[in-house]
């Protein structure tokens, strides 16, 4: 019933819709007003790029599902690296986002994040309580579409190291993005890392802002990697994205900090098992108490609210169609 209403649409390979619920003249109108009901809410603002993305989902052959009016892909770590390889290849550039339940606190509180979101051309999913809320949903997302930078960083840096693809990292604190390029270099022989600290002003005309773009353009990464935390990356980004010289730009948060060992790093095989923010909890509390204990209800507050919504308007269109 639930995936009916939201006619959530899977992108096959070939472009074909392979997932798509059976909607009728009624329930289209029913979708219609909930969507009418969730831009006005919170006062959101829709992004009107639906059509524009579905179209570059299937050209890229790309699964890409709607998500209560958000959008996300289904990407394995496979799946990301091509895209950069895509971009190298095709001289294109592509900006790529993710999303857990702390980006989706965000989305609901931040306009800009909206409008990252919004911009970006893949969004990946970077928590495995987004999968899980998708399969409730009916989506077809698997435990594989869970991609955390920490698995993903591998793949990309053995491949980059192999294809001289050059990596541009902006974050962390000053020095620690160094420390943890140099552990990449040794580990991926012929790795080509640059780091500039995300501790600067970030005013977009400001001195040392226009100076980090000058050092990006230099390098002309293949792949920029953007760790400064949500939400500030994402509107670093958004806000620059005109200046940004990369084929490939990143939202990757504290990455480098767990490879320099700043921060400890979970097993693997706990964020496989979707139990990585229990590990965080514990070794950062003071930090992110309120990220794992207090944001999850509101997201879930807020997506009861939306789905209660689209019931009330339902049940309205029911009445009226019997009139």
């Not at 958000?70 to 390889?85: F, N, P």
């Not at 792949?223 to 509107?235: D, F, S, T």
Request: with cysteine; hydrophobic share 40%.
């Amino acid at each position: 019933m639930i995936n009916s209403f939201f006619g959530a649409t899977h992108l096959s390979e070939h472009g074909e819709a392979l997932q798509r619920s059976t909607i009728s003249g009624r329930e289209m109108e029913n979708s219609t007003r909930f969507m009418a009901a969730l831009a006005h809410s919170n006062e959101l603002r829709i992004p009107r790029t639906h059509e524009k993305r579905i179209r570059r989902d299937v050209m890229m052959k790309i699964p890409a599902f709607d998500l209560l009016g958000i959008r996300i892909h289904a990407l394995s770590k496979r799946e990301l690296v091509d895209i950069v390889s895509r971009a190298v290849n095709g001289r294109a550039q592509y900006i790529i986002g993710n999303h857990n339940l702390h980006s989706l606190y965000l989305w609901f509180q931040e306009p800009r994040m909206r409008e990252f979101y919004s911009m970006a051309d893949y969004t990946h999913i970077d928590g495995m309580a987004v999968v899980l809320l998708g399969r409730l949903l009916g989506l077809a997302l698997k435990r594989e579409h869970r991609t955390g930078y920490m698995d993903f960083l591998p793949l990309l840096a053995e491949e980059a190291a192999k294809q001289e693809w050059r990596i541009f990292y902006l974050g962390s604190r000053p020095g620690v993005a160094e420390k943890a390029a140099q552990i990449l270099r040794k580990r991926y022989p012929g790795l080509q890392v640059v780091t500039h600290h995300g501790h600067f002003d970030l005013n977009q005309n400001g001195v040392e802002n226009q100076a980090v773009l000058a050092e990006i353009t230099a390098c002309a990464p293949d792949v920029l990697m953007v760790g400064m935390g949500m939400p500030r990356q994402e509107v670093w980004v958004l806000e620059n994205r005109k200046e940004i010289v990369a084929r490939t730009v990143f939202c990757c948060g504290a990455l480098m900090d767990y490879v320099a060992g700043e921060i400890p790093t979970p097993p693997r095989w706990i964020g496989r098992l979707g139990f990585e923010w229990l590990f965080r909890l514990i070794s950062e509390r003071a930090r992110l108490w309120r990220r794992y204990l207090l944001e999850p209800w509101t997201v879930m507050k807020q997506l009861s609210r939306l789905y209660w919504q689209s019931a009330h308007s339902r049940s309205h269109a029911g009445v009226g169609g019997r009139n």
